[in-house]
């Protein structure tokens, strides 16, 4: 993982699928440069923002795409996903509007974040950890050793010299 970015992936919330975990980190990561930023310029840095919502965005369809090459059952995950994205673009639309104050929006932000990983992605995980140990018993079952590819009975004692 980017060691830069991972300071900001509390252990806890580690799902232990390597692409997952390093993109979480990095939300969580341009979460807080963005709450500086705000802090910084007393103004809501909108390319910023989008620019979070886009890494966002791709993060849902990673998980997705994922779980899609597992065979994992997501449409209830993907639901949630579709309603964070609905409300958090609806949120920034009022903070454009001055409805709603900045860090508001960027603590609901995180708070639903870490919310999602510990009640979807920490189990998303462990489904997808366990259907790649599954398939890989099953490649190796089907793996032949090379002594009964050559029609041997067993492995040769000795590895065969070359000339
Ligand atoms: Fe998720």
Same mark, same amino acid.
């Given at each position: 993982? =980017?060691?830069? %970015?991972?300071?900001? #992936?509390?252990?806890?919330? !580690? ?7 390093? &993109? *979480?980190? =990095? ?9 500086? &930023?705000?802090?910084? %310029?007393? /103004? ?12 966002? /965005?791709?993060?849902?369809? %990673? ?7 597992? $065979? ?6 993907? !639901?949630? *996903?579709?309603?964070? #994205? ?5 949120? !920034? ?12 929006? #960027? ?17 998303? $995980? &462990? +489904?997808?950890? &366990? ?8 490649? %190796?079952? +089907?793996?032949?050793? @090379? +002594?009964?590819?050559? $029609? ?5 004692? #000795? @590895?065969?010299? *070359?000339?």
């Amino acid at each position: 993982m =980017n060691r830069d %970015t991972a300071v900001y #992936l509390p252990s806890s919330l !580690v799902i232990d699928i390597e692409e997952i975990d390093e &993109q *979480h980190a =990095n939300l969580f990561f341009r979460l807080a440069a963005l709450k500086m &930023q705000c802090i910084e %310029t007393n /103004e809501f840095p909108s390319e910023a923002a989008s620019a979070l919502l886009d890494i966002l /965005e791709e993060h849902c369809a %990673t998980e997705e795409r994922l779980a899609g090459i597992s $065979g994992v059952d997501f449409s209830a995950h993907a !639901v949630k *996903h579709q309603k964070m #994205l609905a409300a958090i673009n609806k949120a !920034v639309e009022e903070i454009h509007e001055h409805k709603i104050d900045v860090f508001s929006v #960027l603590r609901y932000i995180e708070y639903w974040f870490e919310r999602h990983i510990v009640e979807e992605d920490l189990h998303l $995980g &462990q +489904h997808l950890r &366990q259907t790649s140990s599954r398939q890989f018993v099953a490649e %190796t079952r +089907h793996v032949r050793p @090379a +002594h009964a590819a050559a $029609g041997l009975p067993h492995a040769p004692l #000795l @590895a065969p010299s *070359h000339p």
